[in-house]
């Protein structure tokens, strides 16, 4: 018997690219939205002496596997989410790999946003405002520049703004505030546990990915920004289980999916406020996973 591939960070990260990420992301949100993937929801173990939580998310959607990953938001010196992901062979069930989840984590959360930035944000949006500094503002403000070109990139972060901006030179903002005003594109990519994005910042035809308060009562929108958006998501089921913007909202317009297939409408016009709320969801672990290893089995890096 063949022993199954092992994958660590730096190999993943040698075959994984957002250009490719991108349109793979678009291809699991449609099939999952079209019915074509199985997925249960996700099992959420607290680890509450520890203030973390442990995760299983098990997916088919052509690629077959689970990820395991944890979450320790409090978590300083080393990153708050660690993950593997398990790939099986489909037709056996007999294991393929094993690789390290977090980059694919981190990557393929900012791809969905420039899936959903791609569809809901005008053509000629040219201000990214970006709250939070760390490996999730990173990844989207990379993914974003490839979706649409910015003139002008602002970041704010209650700690090291001014650090992401000296990196990326990006503009570091004195207030979530100063950042979001005029800005065409926003992600919210923090750690926070009540509101950080006012709904009286917002100028019209802004679209906002959110993509952090991923538990039923944690919230990085106020109710203002809610009440002004229209919002999409990956899959109704997890976003109302597990956003509690989304609960708050109480309604959903779209799946992502829904757009890319062409059954559920996208922006309509210059002026209305879109928001993409992301929970993250199996399937898009399993295809990027799948997908990187494919490329490393092309490249021999393993095996």
């Known amino acids: 018997m063949t022993l199954p591939m092992f994958l660590v960070e730096e190999e993943v990260r040698e075959v994984l690219r957002m250009e490719d990420l991108i349109p793979a992301m678009a291809g699991a949100l449609r099939d999952l939205s079209a019915g074509k993937v199985e997925q249960p929801m996700r099992l959420v173990l607290p680890v509450a002496e520890h203030n973390g939580f442990f995760a299983v998310m098990p997916a088919y959607g052509g690629a077959l596997g689970a990820k395991i990953v944890t979450f320790y938001p409090n978590n300083t010196g080393v990153p708050t989410h660690h993950a593997m992901i398990l790939l099986f062979r489909p037709q056996t069930g007999e294991p393929l790999v094993t690789m390290d989840g977090r980059l694919i984590t981190e990557m393929r959360t900012a791809a969905v946003s420039a899936v959903a930035t791609d569809l809901l944000a005008r053509e000629d949006a040219s201000v990214l405002a970006i709250l939070g500094s760390g490996v999730q503002a990173r990844s989207h403000l990379a993914a974003l520049r490839i979706v649409r070109k910015f003139r002008e990139v602002r970041v704010w972060s209650p700690r090291n703004s001014s650090e992401f901006a000296r990196q990326f030179k990006v503009t570091a903002a004195a207030s979530a505030e100063e950042a979001v005003r005029g800005a065409d594109v926003i992600a919210v990519a923090t750690a926070a546990t009540t509101p950080v994005l006012m ?92 997908l990187v290893y494919r490329k490393a089995m092309s490249r021999g890096t393993k095996g």
Not at 206 to 220: D, S
Not at 254 to 272: D, F, H, N, P
């Open 199 to 290: 709904g009286e910042w917002l100028s019209p035809g802004t679209h906002i990915n959110a993509v952090g308060a991923t538990r039923p009562n944690w919230r990085e929108l106020d109710d203002e920004a809610l009440r002004r958006a229209r919002i999409y998501v990956e899959l109704r089921e997890a976003a109302m289980k597990e956003s509690g913007d989304v609960i708050a909202a109480g309604d959903i317009f779209a799946e992502i999916g829904e757009v890319i297939a062409g059954t559920k409408r996208g922006r309509e016009s210059e002026e209305e406020i879109t928001l993409f709320k992301s929970v993250g969801v199996a399937v898009e672990d399993i295809v990027a996973a799948d």
